[in-house]
């Protein structure tokens, strides 16, 4: 015997208690139920508690008197009225206790926490005058940020101007003073070979204008040479081992020699 029958859902009933709830639910349908039970009282108190001794044609009777003919019209059209009155006044009240609460809350209680000198409590009015003076000053920053920021660009522009009119002047006088040094340089270049090797000696004369030591190499032997460095000297004319120091004429050379490979 098949019993899964017996425990599935009766779709037709689901449908009717989901309609129902549906109504009830919806404020107009469910103010018009109750207000029709109060208006038809009788009738409801009625067929649940008929006298035993009723007979069904007396209570079928006593039914039809309140659902029969224009008599049952009448009365849901004046139910109908009645629960549209209440639904109206409902949101009435309603819409008035909201706004009496909103004027406590906005106006009434900030101005009985403003007696009591409660400092964290402000005004709404209050309170939006300095947001508005917040959102200017924040707007005036915004302005002067700009403003400082294209002043630094053009500071930036103006120090670079300058800064290559400087090193083109400064590169103007040293080959002015390179030109006395010219048969030296000639010298130097010829003794050095290509300019990946005049790389090497920058590099050599770089480290020794920091004030680092070297040993003993022939790039030294040739730099010496050419007297672009010499040895350091203690006082009394001793030498100091590894350590060099660029001539007057060396950092005539490696100064030009940084300007006119200079990426600015």
Sequence with gaps: MNFTK???KNDVVDSVLDNFKTKTTNPFFGTL????LFHNWKLVYTVFNFDEKTKLDKKVEFIAKYLDGWGFV???????LIAFGVLVLTYVFLGFSRFISERYEEKIL?????????????TKKKYLDLEDDWRGIKKNYQAE??????????????????????????????ENSLV?????????????????DLESYIRHMILIKKGEPLPP??????LLKYELIDRKMEKGNVVIPDF?????????????????????
């Design 145 to 174: 940020k700009e403003l400082r920021l294209e002043a630094e660009g053009e500071v930036n522009k103006l120090k670079q101007r300058m800064e290559s009119s400087f090193k083109e002047i400064e590169k103007t006088s040293l």
């Design 6 to 8: 017996y425990f599935k």
């Design 217 to 222: 190499s022939p790039i030294l032997v040739t």
């Design 74 to 80: 009448w009365n849901l059209l004046l139910c109908v």
């Design 180 to 196: 006395r040094d010219e048969a030296k340089i000639e010298a130097f270049m010829s003794g050095i070979g290509t300019n990946k």
């Design 33 to 36: 139920i109750i207000v029709w």
């Design 110 to 122: 900030p101005w009985i926490h403003s007696l009591n000198g409660d400092s964290k409590i402000v």
């Design 244 to 264: 060099y120091i660029l001539t007057d004429f060396g950092k005539r050379y490696l100064r030009y020699y940084t300007i006119v490979n200079s990426k600015n």
